[in-house]
Each structure stands twice: as structure tokens, then as C-alpha cells.
């Protein structure tokens, strides 16, 4: 597959509580790790694509889940975007030693975020 998610991240409005929620549904293995402005969470599920799970950065939104695409330019993919009649919500951002990301929205409204790892062992986040 020549762009495979990589990534599933909730952006919850209670973190302890879904972490409970989720240790306990899906026996996942969790660690917590310093972000600017907070904790991000890494959710190990063995197998398969993993994710993280953080506090939701826009107040008042609600809990939701927000996958991960990867691409070979990230800076092409998502300028690409509104010339389909999508929208860019967060431009190119980096995560140190990681990665950059972007977070668009499709014509009908829902949300994607696109990934490009640093080296190409980091494919996933």
C-alpha cells in the first residue's frame, strides 16, 4: 500500500479517564511522554498500527479519533489538498527528532492527519 496509516491518536477531554478505559477494554501498553504543553501517551497494541492518546488542544471540543496517513512529501500532500476541495486545519508541524506532521479536512468534513517520519524506520509514530 503505497499510503498506509500509521498512526490513530485520541484527542480525548479526559485523559485518565480513557486511558482506564482503554487499559482495561484492550489490555494496551501505555507510556506517557513529555510534549510541549503537556504529556502525550503512546499506546502500544503489539501488533498492527499503534497511536497515542492526548488532552484535546481545543477547549470545549469533544473526544474524538484521528488517524495518521503516511506520506513521501509532506509539504506536496497537503498543499495538494485544497485544490481537491479540502481544507489544511494545522499546517506542517515537527515533532522533534520524529517526524512532521499536517491535519486536513476532506470536502465532506472529516479529518486526516498525514505523517513524514524522519528516517524511514519511524514510519509510524
Known amino acids: ?13 479526559d485523559v485518565a479517564k480513557a486511558k482506564t478505559f482503554y487499559r482495561g477494554l484492550f489490555d494496551w501498553n501505555m507510556e506517557d ?14 501488533e498492527g498500527t499503534g497511536g497515542g492518546l492526548m488532552k484535546h488542544p481545543v477547549p470545549g471540543a469533544p473526544s474524538l479519533w484521528l488517524p495518521y496517513v503516511l506520506v513521501d512529501d509532506l509539504a506536496a500532500a497537503t498543499k495538494k489538498v485544497t ?20 491535519i486536513i479536512q476532506d470536502p465532506t468534513g472529516a479529518m486526516l492527519g498525514l505523517w513524514k517520519a ?8
Open 83 to 102: 485544490s481537491l476541495g479540502g481544507a489544511v486545519m494545522k499546517g506542517e508541524t515537527e515533532v522533534k527528532g520524529m517526524g512532521w506532521f499536517s
Open 33 to 46: 511522554m513529555p510534549m510541549e504543553g503537556g504529556t502525550y501517551t503512546m499506546i502500544n497494541v503489539g
Open 1 to 13: 500500500m503505497a499510503n498506509p496509516f500509521v498512526h490513530v491518536e485520541l484527542e480525548t477531554t
Open 118 to 125: 524522519a528516517r524511514p524506520e519511524g514510519d509510524a509514530l
